[in-house]
């Protein structure tokens, strides 16, 4: 039985990875008095005198809504909201088992910016965070940035989870060669939902945490480099390419990678040959994120002389997982109270990253996703950077 074959039999065992549990006694007449009528009556009439308790009395303070509408699951495209529902189980299994945090998959028929926007408002009381996840480019963008003013930190894990791990293996690669970003030529194919927020984090765009912006970086989708005003750019690759090619160098994913330093795929499968490696600048470092076939195999990738090679897959060193942020992302948030999520936030987690590996090497550039301790370290510095930040609730008197 392969592994596909083995998650379906215990899907079916388990009929799914979650569920909800009373954190009240309920055995006698006084303990139901107490969790239900009449008790309830009074924490209702303390939040409706001040909202702010709700994070203190209700799960409020301490549960994240994880919103899909099923129009970009993993590798496997549009398969709608019924299907998406096993990876946002999973995704709030994994929350409540590195953070501590009680997650809710919420998938939704919804497609259009607007209907996912209304809903996700609406169900914003119930909840002190919302992880968006797995909803399809471009309309991510437009979805995360108008949720920004409704109170509570609301992010899309495959834009930014994956930019801050992949920053943090940046860094630590840099910390083997002995070498700063800013001398660091960079290369990232894909422009979709994570290559925009890569993009800003590598540029250190909107932040006041300490950062040093890669000397030089350019961007790529399948028709090559991007540069602004290029004919059938999107409005957010026009952005990309303002910030990074104002030049309006032109060329395709192999003239970009002559003489590169480090080459970022969030792409597809098999585009680079061993050669292309071959073709980029002394101790190429290879991160190749497509799953669950990179755009160059490790083997291959070494082959052509990469130093350093990470993939999105267990079953190779250097594995590059969103589980080492959004744990404790989130948790930082609730911890703090914050209302949105910074940039500043994002970078004080690439800096919990990078330091949970004290000596990295060539095979260990990043901590192992059972880790323990990643999340904690995440959750206190995004705590820390929110209250630098000023965007926080002030704790009830």
Same mark, same amino acid.
């Given at each position: 039985?392969?592994?596909?074959?083995?998650?379906?039999?215990?899907?079916?065992?388990?009929?799914?990875?979650?569920?909800?549990?009373?954190?009240?006694?309920?055995?006698?007449?006084?303990?139901?008095?107490?969790?239900?009528?009449?008790?309830?009556?009074?924490?209702?009439?303390?939040?409706?005198?001040?909202?702010?308790?709700?994070?203190?009395?209700?799960?409020? /303070?301490?549960?994240?809504?994880?919103?899909?509408?099923?129009?970009?699951?993993?590798?496997?495209?549009?398969?709608?909201?019924?299907?998406?529902?096993?990876?946002?189980?999973?995704?709030?299994?994994?929350?409540?088992?590195?953070?501590?945090?009680?997650?809710?998959?919420?998938?939704?028929?919804?497609?259009?910016?607007?209907?996912?926007?209304?809903?996700?408002?609406?169900?914003?009381?119930?909840?002190?965070?919302?992880?968006?996840?797995?909803?399809?480019?471009?309309?991510?963008?437009?979805?995360?940035?108008?949720?920004?003013?409704?109170?509570?930190?609301?992010?899309?894990?495959?834009?930014?989870?994956?930019?801050?791990?992949?920053?943090?293996?940046?860094? =630590?690669?840099?910390?083997?060669?002995?070498?700063?970003? /800013?001398?660091?030529?960079?290369?990232?194919?894909?422009?979709?939902?994570?290559?925009?927020?890569?993009?800003?984090?590598?540029?250190?765009?909107?932040?006041?945490?300490?950062?040093?912006?890669?000397?030089?970086?350019?961007?790529?989708?399948?028709?090559?480099?991007?540069?602004?005003?290029?004919?059938?750019?999107?409005?957010?690759?026009?952005?990309?390419?303002?910030?990074?090619?104002?030049?309006?160098?032109?060329?395709?994913?192999?003239?970009?990678?002559?003489?590169?330093?480090?080459?970022?795929?969030?792409?597809?499968?098999?585009?680079?040959?061993?050669?292309?490696?071959?073709?980029?600048?002394?101790?190429?470092?290879?991160?190749?994120?497509?799953?669950?076939?990179?755009?160059?195999?490790?083997?291959?990738?070494?082959?052509?002389?990469?130093?350093?090679?990470?993939?999105?897959?267990?079953?190779?060193? =250097?594995?590059? =997982?969103?589980?080492?942020?959004?744990?404790?992302?989130?948790?930082?948030?609730?911890?703090?109270?914050?209302?949105?999520?910074?940039?500043?936030?994002?970078?004080?987690?690439?800096?919990?990253?990078? /330091?949970?590996?004290?000596?990295?090497?060539?095979?260990?550039?990043?901590?192992?996703?059972?880790?323990?301790?990643?999340?904690?370290?995440?959750?206190?510095?995004?705590?820390?950077?929110?209250?630098?930040?000023?965007?926080?609730?002030?704790?009830?008197?």
């Amino acid at each position: 039985m392969d592994i596909y074959e083995e998650a379906l039999a215990r899907h079916e065992e388990t009929r799914g990875k979650i569920e909800v549990r009373s954190r009240m006694r309920l055995e006698t007449q006084h303990d139901l008095s107490l969790a239900y009528t009449p008790g309830v009556a009074r924490p209702c009439e303390v939040i409706a005198a001040d909202p702010s308790r709700s994070w203190d009395l209700t799960w409020r /303070g301490r549960t994240v809504a994880v919103v899909s509408d099923g129009s970009a699951v993993l590798g496997l495209g549009d398969i709608g909201p019924m299907a998406s529902l096993p990876v946002m189980e999973g995704k709030a299994a994994l929350f409540h088992e590195f953070a501590g945090i009680d997650a809710v998959p919420i998938v939704i028929d919804a497609h259009e910016p607007d209907e996912i926007v209304s809903i996700v408002k609406a169900i914003a009381p119930t909840f002190g965070g919302i992880n968006l996840e797995d909803i399809s480019a471009p309309r991510c963008f437009e979805i995360e940035d108008r949720l920004q003013d409704i109170g509570i930190p609301v992010l899309h894990d495959d834009q930014h989870g994956t930019a801050i791990v992949l920053l943090a293996a940046v860094v =630590n690669a840099a910390r083997v060669l002995k070498t700063t970003l /800013g001398n660091m030529s960079v290369v990232l194919n894909g422009a979709g939902a994570a290559g925009r927020a890569i993009c800003n984090l590598l540029l250190c765009k909107d932040t006041d945490e300490a950062c040093i912006p890669v000397g030089k970086l350019r961007v790529c989708d399948s028709k090559g480099i991007l540069w602004p005003g290029r004919p059938g750019n999107t409005p957010v690759k026009d952005e990309i390419g303002e910030l990074t090619n104002p030049d309006a160098q032109r060329g395709d994913l192999r003239d970009a990678l002559r003489g590169a330093n480090v080459f970022i795929g969030v792409s597809r499968g098999n585009l680079l040959a061993a050669e292309d490696v071959r073709a980029m600048g002394s101790n190429p470092i290879v991160l190749a994120m497509a799953n669950p076939t990179p755009e160059i195999l490790p083997e291959e990738a070494k082959a052509g002389g990469a130093v350093i090679v990470g993939t999105g897959r267990s079953d190779f060193p =250097n594995q590059v =997982n969103n589980v080492l942020a959004f744990p404790g992302l989130f948790r930082g948030a609730l911890e703090a109270r914050a209302k949105r999520f910074t940039n500043s936030m994002k970078f004080a987690a690439i800096q919990a990253i990078t /330091g949970c590996v004290e000596e990295p090497t060539p095979n260990h550039i990043l901590p192992t996703p059972f880790d323990r301790s990643v999340a904690v370290r995440v959750a206190d510095e995004v705590a820390a950077a929110a209250r630098r930040a000023g965007v926080c609730y002030e704790p009830a008197k």
